[in-house]
T-cell receptor, first 114, second 116 residues
Framework: EDKVVQSPLSLVVHEGDTVTLNCSYE??????LLWYKQEKKAPTFLFML????IEKKSGRLSSILDKKELFSILNITATQTGDSAVYLC??????????????FGEGTQLTVNP | ETGVTQTPRHLVMGMTNKKSLKCEQH?????MYWYKQSAKKPLELMFV???????ENNSVPSRFSPECPNSSHLFLHLHTLQPEDSALYLC???????????????FGNGTRLTVT
Protein backbone atom coordinates (compact mmCIF):
# COMPACT_ATOMS: atom_id res chain seq x y z
CA GLU A 1 0.00 0.00 0.00
CA ASP A 2 1.34 3.42 -0.95
CA LYS A 3 2.19 5.69 1.94
CA VAL A 4 2.92 9.44 2.17
CA VAL A 5 3.87 11.00 5.49
CA GLN A 6 4.23 14.72 6.06
CA SER A 7 5.89 16.44 8.99
CA PRO A 8 5.37 18.42 10.99
CA LEU A 9 1.56 18.25 10.97
CA SER A 10 1.38 21.76 12.35
CA LEU A 11 3.82 24.67 12.48
CA VAL A 12 3.53 28.22 13.86
CA VAL A 13 6.15 30.80 12.94
CA HIS A 14 6.63 34.57 12.82
CA GLU A 15 6.78 36.64 9.68
CA GLY A 16 10.25 36.59 8.21
CA ASP A 17 11.11 33.12 9.45
CA THR A 18 12.24 30.37 7.09
CA VAL A 19 10.38 27.06 7.25
CA THR A 20 11.07 23.57 5.92
CA LEU A 21 8.23 21.13 5.37
CA ASN A 22 8.95 17.44 4.93
CA CYS A 23 7.35 14.70 2.89
CA SER A 24 8.48 11.09 2.93
CA TYR A 25 6.97 8.30 0.88
CA GLU A 26 6.86 4.58 0.26
CA UNK A 27 5.32 3.68 -3.07
CA UNK A 28 5.76 1.13 -5.83
CA UNK A 29 6.78 2.49 -9.26
CA UNK A 30 7.29 6.12 -8.32
CA UNK A 31 6.50 8.64 -11.04
CA UNK A 32 6.37 12.10 -9.48
CA LEU A 33 5.88 14.08 -6.30
CA LEU A 34 3.63 17.11 -6.17
CA TRP A 35 3.16 19.94 -3.70
CA TYR A 36 -0.12 21.82 -3.29
CA LYS A 37 -1.14 24.80 -1.14
CA GLN A 38 -4.65 24.81 0.34
CA GLU A 39 -6.06 27.98 1.85
CA LYS A 40 -9.44 26.77 3.14
CA LYS A 41 -10.68 26.02 -0.35
CA ALA A 42 -9.19 24.68 -3.57
CA PRO A 43 -5.71 23.20 -3.31
CA THR A 44 -3.52 25.02 -5.80
CA PHE A 45 -0.56 23.44 -7.54
CA LEU A 46 2.93 24.52 -6.51
CA PHE A 47 5.53 22.09 -7.87
CA MET A 48 5.96 18.75 -9.56
CA LEU A 49 9.25 16.91 -9.00
CA UNK A 50 10.42 13.89 -10.92
CA UNK A 51 14.22 13.93 -10.71
CA UNK A 52 16.48 13.83 -7.68
CA UNK A 53 18.59 16.82 -6.77
CA ILE A 54 17.00 19.34 -9.11
CA GLU A 55 15.55 22.25 -7.20
CA LYS A 56 12.30 23.76 -8.34
CA LYS A 57 11.89 27.40 -7.36
CA SER A 58 9.08 29.93 -7.44
CA GLY A 59 9.71 33.19 -5.63
CA ARG A 60 10.28 32.45 -1.95
CA LEU A 61 9.24 28.81 -2.34
CA SER A 62 11.54 26.03 -3.40
CA SER A 63 11.44 22.26 -3.35
CA ILE A 64 13.79 19.37 -3.94
CA LEU A 65 13.40 15.62 -4.23
CA ASP A 66 15.65 12.82 -3.01
CA LYS A 67 14.61 9.58 -4.72
CA LYS A 68 17.27 7.56 -2.92
CA GLU A 69 16.10 8.52 0.55
CA LEU A 70 12.46 8.80 -0.60
CA PHE A 71 11.63 12.28 0.58
CA SER A 72 11.07 15.83 -0.51
CA ILE A 73 11.29 19.17 1.27
CA LEU A 74 9.43 22.39 0.64
CA ASN A 75 11.23 25.54 1.78
CA ILE A 76 9.62 28.91 2.30
CA THR A 77 11.93 31.82 3.04
CA ALA A 78 10.97 35.19 4.53
CA THR A 79 7.50 33.91 5.37
CA GLN A 80 4.48 36.20 5.15
CA THR A 81 1.03 35.92 6.71
CA GLY A 82 -0.30 35.04 3.27
CA ASP A 83 1.75 31.84 3.37
CA SER A 84 -0.57 30.53 6.09
CA ALA A 85 -2.21 27.45 4.62
CA VAL A 86 -2.19 23.67 4.58
CA TYR A 87 0.60 22.35 2.38
CA LEU A 88 -0.21 19.01 0.78
CA CYS A 89 2.27 16.53 -0.61
CA UNK A 90 1.09 13.92 -3.11
CA UNK A 91 2.98 11.10 -4.78
CA UNK A 92 2.04 9.68 -8.15
CA UNK A 93 2.93 6.05 -8.78
CA UNK A 94 2.10 3.24 -11.15
CA UNK A 95 3.44 1.30 -14.08
CA UNK A 96 3.74 3.07 -17.43
CA UNK A 97 1.24 0.71 -19.03
CA UNK A 98 -1.52 1.43 -16.57
CA UNK A 99 -3.17 4.46 -15.04
CA UNK A 100 -1.32 6.12 -12.21
CA UNK A 101 -2.55 6.52 -8.65
CA UNK A 102 -2.08 9.60 -6.52
CA UNK A 103 -1.63 9.31 -2.76
CA PHE A 104 -1.85 12.40 -0.56
CA GLY A 105 -0.25 13.05 2.78
CA GLU A 106 -2.18 14.45 5.70
CA GLY A 107 -0.81 17.93 5.11
CA THR A 108 1.15 20.45 7.17
CA GLN A 109 -0.85 23.32 8.66
CA LEU A 110 1.42 26.38 8.54
CA THR A 111 0.45 29.49 10.48
CA VAL A 112 2.51 32.65 10.02
CA ASN A 113 1.92 35.26 12.69
CA PRO A 114 2.65 38.96 12.12
CA GLU B 1 -11.04 31.36 -10.25
CA THR B 2 -9.54 27.90 -10.65
CA GLY B 3 -11.34 26.85 -13.83
CA VAL B 4 -13.24 24.24 -11.83
CA THR B 5 -16.55 25.37 -10.33
CA GLN B 6 -18.42 23.48 -7.64
CA THR B 7 -21.93 24.06 -6.32
CA PRO B 8 -23.26 24.39 -3.75
CA ARG B 9 -20.46 25.74 -1.54
CA HIS B 10 -22.20 24.51 1.60
CA LEU B 11 -24.83 21.84 2.10
CA VAL B 12 -26.61 20.62 5.21
CA MET B 13 -28.76 17.56 4.79
CA GLY B 14 -30.57 15.03 6.92
CA MET B 15 -29.85 11.36 6.69
CA THR B 16 -33.00 10.69 4.68
CA ASN B 17 -32.49 13.45 2.12
CA LYS B 18 -31.36 13.14 -1.46
CA LYS B 19 -29.10 15.85 -2.85
CA SER B 20 -26.55 16.30 -5.62
CA LEU B 21 -23.21 18.04 -5.85
CA LYS B 22 -22.25 19.61 -9.15
CA CYS B 23 -18.88 20.24 -10.72
CA GLU B 24 -18.07 22.00 -13.98
CA GLN B 25 -14.65 22.50 -15.53
CA HIS B 26 -13.80 25.09 -18.15
CA UNK B 27 -10.29 23.85 -18.91
CA UNK B 28 -10.95 21.39 -21.71
CA UNK B 29 -9.68 18.54 -19.57
CA UNK B 30 -10.50 14.90 -20.24
CA UNK B 31 -10.45 13.52 -16.70
CA MET B 32 -12.52 14.48 -13.68
CA TYR B 33 -12.31 13.33 -10.08
CA TRP B 34 -14.21 13.35 -6.79
CA TYR B 35 -12.15 13.54 -3.59
CA LYS B 36 -13.28 13.48 0.04
CA GLN B 37 -11.37 15.56 2.59
CA SER B 38 -12.11 14.83 6.25
CA ALA B 39 -10.52 16.59 9.20
CA LYS B 40 -7.02 15.34 9.99
CA LYS B 41 -7.11 12.75 7.18
CA PRO B 42 -5.46 12.72 3.76
CA LEU B 43 -7.48 13.45 0.66
CA GLU B 44 -9.29 10.28 -0.37
CA LEU B 45 -9.98 9.55 -4.01
CA MET B 46 -13.56 8.47 -4.57
CA PHE B 47 -14.16 8.31 -8.32
CA VAL B 48 -12.34 9.01 -11.57
CA UNK B 49 -13.90 9.61 -14.96
CA UNK B 50 -11.83 9.68 -18.13
CA UNK B 51 -13.57 10.73 -21.34
CA UNK B 52 -16.91 10.30 -19.54
CA UNK B 53 -16.19 6.71 -18.55
CA UNK B 54 -15.69 5.72 -14.94
CA UNK B 55 -12.20 4.30 -14.62
CA GLU B 56 -11.83 4.10 -10.88
CA ASN B 57 -14.17 3.50 -7.96
CA ASN B 58 -12.34 3.20 -4.68
CA SER B 59 -14.71 1.05 -2.62
CA VAL B 60 -17.06 3.94 -2.07
CA PRO B 61 -20.43 3.11 -0.41
CA SER B 62 -23.38 2.96 -2.79
CA ARG B 63 -25.00 5.92 -1.07
CA PHE B 64 -22.59 7.98 -3.21
CA SER B 65 -23.44 7.78 -6.90
CA PRO B 66 -21.39 9.67 -9.52
CA GLU B 67 -22.57 10.79 -12.92
CA CYS B 68 -20.58 12.26 -15.79
CA PRO B 69 -22.88 13.33 -18.63
CA ASN B 70 -20.04 14.94 -20.61
CA SER B 71 -16.40 15.79 -20.19
CA SER B 72 -17.14 19.18 -18.62
CA HIS B 73 -19.64 18.13 -15.97
CA LEU B 74 -19.53 15.80 -13.02
CA PHE B 75 -22.18 15.12 -10.40
CA LEU B 76 -22.18 13.31 -7.09
CA HIS B 77 -25.63 12.11 -6.07
CA LEU B 78 -26.11 11.60 -2.35
CA HIS B 79 -28.80 9.62 -0.55
CA THR B 80 -29.29 8.21 2.95
CA LEU B 81 -25.94 9.55 4.11
CA GLN B 82 -24.46 9.06 7.56
CA PRO B 83 -23.05 11.72 9.89
CA GLU B 84 -19.53 10.40 9.26
CA ASP B 85 -19.96 11.41 5.62
CA SER B 86 -19.68 15.04 6.69
CA ALA B 87 -16.59 16.40 4.96
CA LEU B 88 -15.30 18.70 2.23
CA TYR B 89 -15.95 17.16 -1.17
CA LEU B 90 -13.51 18.34 -3.79
CA CYS B 91 -13.87 18.01 -7.51
CA UNK B 92 -10.76 18.09 -9.69
CA UNK B 93 -9.84 17.77 -13.33
CA UNK B 94 -6.69 17.03 -15.29
CA UNK B 95 -5.73 17.00 -18.95
CA UNK B 96 -5.70 13.21 -19.05
CA UNK B 97 -6.10 10.40 -16.56
CA UNK B 98 -3.03 8.44 -15.69
CA UNK B 99 -0.24 10.97 -15.61
CA UNK B 100 0.59 14.26 -13.97
CA UNK B 101 3.10 15.01 -16.72
CA UNK B 102 0.46 16.57 -18.93
CA UNK B 103 -1.08 18.56 -16.15
CA UNK B 104 -1.48 18.22 -12.42
CA UNK B 105 -4.88 18.21 -10.80
CA UNK B 106 -6.88 21.45 -10.83
CA PHE B 107 -9.26 21.56 -7.88
CA GLY B 108 -12.56 23.29 -7.32
CA ASN B 109 -13.32 25.14 -4.07
CA GLY B 110 -15.24 22.20 -2.72
CA THR B 111 -18.64 21.61 -1.16
CA ARG B 112 -18.69 21.59 2.64
CA LEU B 113 -21.23 18.87 3.47
CA THR B 114 -22.79 18.44 6.90
CA VAL B 115 -25.03 15.45 7.53
CA THR B 116 -27.32 15.81 10.52
Amino acid sequence: EDKVVQSPLSLVVHEGDTVTLNCSYEVTNFRSLLWYKQEKKAPTFLFMLTSSGIEKKSGRLSSILDKKELFSILNITATQTGDSAVYLCAVEAGEETSGSRLTFGEGTQLTVNP
Amino acid sequence: ETGVTQTPRHLVMGMTNKKSLKCEQHLGHNAMYWYKQSAKKPLELMFVYSLEERVENNSVPSRFSPECPNSSHLFLHLHTLQPEDSALYLCASSQDWGSSYNSPLHFGNGTRLTVT
